[in-house]
C-alpha cells in the first residue's frame, strides 16, 4: 500500500489486520480529522503534534515540540526548510535573507538543528498516517514504511498509565534490505494537563539514520531535554554532538543551545555556529556563540561572541545588532532588548537570562523504555 508517498508493509489497513488476526484491538485507533491514526491510550504522547497551529507563524505547526525559535521574519523567510523533490531536509544556504548578519546566522543555526530534529519527525508523521501494524494495551508501532531511501518503524510505549509517562523509538533499515532495524531516533515524555505538553526527551542520531537512509544529510547527534507548560512555554535544553545538517554545507559542531519561547509573545535563545563573518579577511569560519531576544511588536536583539578563524588565538570578537520589529535598522535598541552577552565556549552552560529552570539534556538517546 502507498499512501502520501510512503509505502507501507505488514497489516495494510485496520480491516485487513482484523480480518486477518495480524493485530489485536486491545486499544481503539481511529483516522482523525488531520489524517493521523489516532490510539486513545497514546493520543496525549505523539511526538509528532499533528494538532498544533503556531500563533506567530501561522501553518508552520507540527514540529514545535521540539523545534529552536529565533525570531518572527514578517518577510516570510522564516520557513527556509529547503525541499527538493522528495521531502528531506537539507541545510539553507550560506547566504542571502534580509535581516542583519548577526541575526541571520543564529536563524540558519536555529534552522540546522531543526532540520534534524524534522529528519525524525518526517517519516513518524508519515508512518502515524496509516493504522499502527501491530497494538496493545502498552505499545503500538506503525510500519515498516519506506520513505526516501530507507525503511521505518514507529514504535510507542506507555511505561506508566498513572503517571502518564511514555517512550518511543524509531528505527531504520536500508530500502529493499531485510535484517534487523536499527535504532535511529528516541524519546520520553511525562505529558502533563494538555496533549503533548510536559516534560521529556528526544534523542535523534544522524550517523545511523544516513546510515539506513542515504538521502539523510544530517550526521552527528541531537540531544534535547524539554519541558512545555500547559500556558505554551516551551524550555529546551539541547545537545549537539558533532553535528551538522549537511557536511557538505555546514562543518561538525559540538554545541550547548538553550532556547526559551514565551507563547507567541517572545523567544530567547542561545545559539552557537560555524560561519565566516563578513568582516574577517577570508572565507575560514569562525565559531560564534549568539544570545538573541526578539519581543513581539518590539524587535530583535542578538550579541555575538567569535572565537577561531580569523580571530587570534586567545582573542573573542564581541558584536551586537538590533532591529524593529519589521526587522527595520533603529538607531538605539528598542526599550526591552539588553544585552546579554554570550560565553565564547560553545559548549558552555549558558541560558538566556531570565531563562526558567531547565530541563535537563539527555545524556544518550532515549531508548523508549524510560532509559
Same mark, same amino acid.
Given at each position: 500500500?502507498?499512501?502520501?508517498?510512503?509505502?507501507?508493509?505488514?497489516?495494510?489497513?485496520?480491516?485487513?489486520?482484523?480480518?486477518?488476526?495480524?493485530?489485536? +484491538? /486491545?486499544?481503539?485507533? &481511529?483516522?482523525?480529522?488531520?489524517? =493521523?491514526? %489516532?490510539? #486513545?491510550?497514546?493520543? @496525549?504522547?505523539?511526538?509528532?503534534?499533528?494538532?498544533?497551529?503556531?500563533?506567530?507563524?501561522?501553518?508552520?505547526?507540527?514540529?514545535?515540540?521540539?523545534?529552536?525559535?529565533?525570531?518572527?521574519?514578517?518577510?516570510? +523567510? /522564516?520557513?527556509?526548510? &529547503?525541499?527538493?523533490?522528495?521531502? =528531506?531536509? %537539507?541545510? #539553507?544556504?550560506?547566504? @542571502?535573507?534580509?535581516?542583519?548578519?548577526?541575526?541571520?546566522?543564529?536563524?540558519?543555526?536555529?534552522?540546522?538543528?531543526?532540520?534534524?530534529?524534522?529528519?525524525?519527525?518526517?517519516?513518524?508523521?508519515?508512518?502515524?498516517? /496509516?493504522?499502527?501494524?501491530?497494538?496493545?494495551?502498552?505499545? =503500538?508501532?506503525?510500519?515498516?514504511?519506506?520513505? @526516501?531511501?530507507?525503511?521505518?518503524?514507529?514504535?510507542?510505549?506507555?511505561?506508566?498509565?498513572?503517571?502518564?509517562?511514555?517512550?518511543?523509538?524509531?528505527?531504520?533499515?536500508?530500502?529493499?534490505?531485510?535484517?534487523?532495524? /536499527?535504532?535511529?531516533?528516541?524519546?520520553?515524555?511525562?505529558?502533563?494537563?494538555?496533549?503533548?505538553?510536559?516534560? @521529556?526527551?528526544?534523542?535523534?542520531?544522524?550517523?545511523?539514520?544516513?546510515?539506513?537512509?542515504?538521502?539523510?544529510?544530517?550526521?552527528?547527534?541531537?540531544?534535547?531535554?524539554?519541558?512545555?507548560?500547559?500556558?505554551?512555554?516551551?524550555?529546551?535544553?539541547?545537545?549537539?554532538?558533532?553535528?551538522?545538517?549537511?557536511?557538505?554545507?555546514?562543518?561538525?559542531?559540538?554545541?550547548?543551545?538553550?532556547?526559551?519561547?514565551?507563547?507567541?509573545?517572545?523567544?530567547?535563545?542561545?545559539?552557537?555556529?560555524?560561519?565566516?563573518?563578513?568582516?574577517?579577511?577570508?572565507?575560514?569560519?569562525?565559531?560564534?556563540?549568539?544570545?538573541?531576544?526578539?519581543?513581539?511588536?518590539?524587535?530583535?536583539?542578538?550579541?555575538?561572541?567569535?572565537?577561531?578563524?580569523?580571530?587570534?588565538?586567545?582573542?573573542?570578537?564581541?558584536?551586537?545588532?538590533?532591529?524593529?520589529?519589521?526587522?527595520?535598522?533603529?538607531?538605539?535598541?528598542?526599550?526591552?532588548?539588553?544585552?546579554?552577552?554570550?560565553?565564547?565556549?560553545?559548549?558552555?552552560?549558558?541560558?538566556?537570562?531570565?531563562?526558567?529552570?531547565?530541563?535537563?539534556?539527555?545524556?544518550?538517546?532515549?531508548?523508549?523504555?524510560?532509559?
Amino acid at each position: 500500500m502507498r499512501r502520501n508517498g510512503l509505502a507501507f508493509l505488514g497489516c495494510a489497513s485496520l480491516a485487513v489486520a482484523l480480518a486477518s488476526g495480524g493485530c489485536s +484491538t /486491545t486499544t481503539a485507533c &481511529a483516522v482523525n480529522s488531520a489524517g =493521523v491514526a %489516532v490510539c #486513545d491510550t497514546f493520543a @496525549g504522547a505523539y511526538p509528532y503534534d499533528y494538532a498544533y497551529v503556531d500563533p506567530v507563524a501561522v501553518g508552520y505547526g507540527g514540529y514545535y515540540p521540539y523545534s529552536v525559535d529565533s525570531y518572527y521574519d514578517p518577510y516570510g +523567510t /522564516t520557513i527556509v526548510y &529547503a525541499l527538493p523533490a522528495v521531502p =528531506v531536509p %537539507v541545510a #539553507d544556504p550560506t547566504t @542571502g535573507g534580509n535581516a542583519p548578519e548577526l541575526l541571520d546566522k543564529a536563524h540558519r543555526a536555529a534552522n540546522a538543528i531543526n532540520a534534524g530534529v524534522r529528519a525524525a519527525l518526517d517519516p513518524i508523521k508519515e508512518l502515524i498516517k /496509516t493504522p499502527p501494524t501491530e497494538n496493545s494495551a502498552d505499545t =503500538v508501532v506503525y510500519g515498516p514504511g519506506d520513505l @526516501g531511501g530507507g525503511r521505518y518503524q514507529f514504535t510507542m510505549n506507555r511505561l506508566s498509565g498513572s503517571e502518564q509517562r511514555f517512550g518511543w523509538t524509531l528505527e531504520a533499515r536500508p530500502g529493499g534490505a531485510d535484517g534487523s532495524f /536499527t535504532r535511529v531516533a528516541g524519546g520520553l515524555i511525562r505529558v502533563g494537563n494538555t496533549e503533548r505538553r510536559g516534560r @521529556g526527551a528526544i534523542g535523534v542520531d544522524c550517523d545511523a539514520l544516513s546510515a539506513a537512509d542515504p538521502s539523510v544529510t544530517c550526521r552527528g547527534t541531537v540531544l534535547t531535554g524539554f519541558t512545555h507548560t500547559d500556558a505554551g512555554d516551551k524550555i529546551l535544553n539541547v545537545r549537539l554532538r558533532a553535528y551538522t545538517p549537511d557536511a557538505s554545507v555546514v562543518m561538525p559542531l559540538d554545541a550547548s543551545v538553550f532556547a526559551w519561547r514565551q507563547g507567541d509573545v517572545a523567544n530567547h535563545v542561545r545559539l552557537v555556529t560555524q560561519a565566516n563573518l563578513a568582516a574577517t579577511a577570508t572565507p575560514a569560519p569562525e565559531t560564534v556563540a549568539i544570545k538573541l531576544t526578539w519581543l513581539k511588536d518590539v524587535g530583535v536583539r542578538a550579541d555575538g561572541a567569535a572565537t577561531g578563524g580569523d580571530i587570534p588565538p586567545g582573542e573573542v570578537e564581541t558584536l551586537s545588532s538590533c532591529v524593529g520589529p519589521n526587522l527595520e535598522n533603529v538607531t538605539t535598541c528598542p526599550a526591552g532588548l539588553t544585552e546579554d552577552a554570550p560565553n565564547a565556549d560553545a559548549m558552555a552552560i549558558d541560558p538566556p537570562a531570565g531563562m526558567p529552570e531547565m530541563p535537563e539534556a539527555p545524556g544518550a538517546m532515549p531508548d523508549g523504555s524510560g532509559n
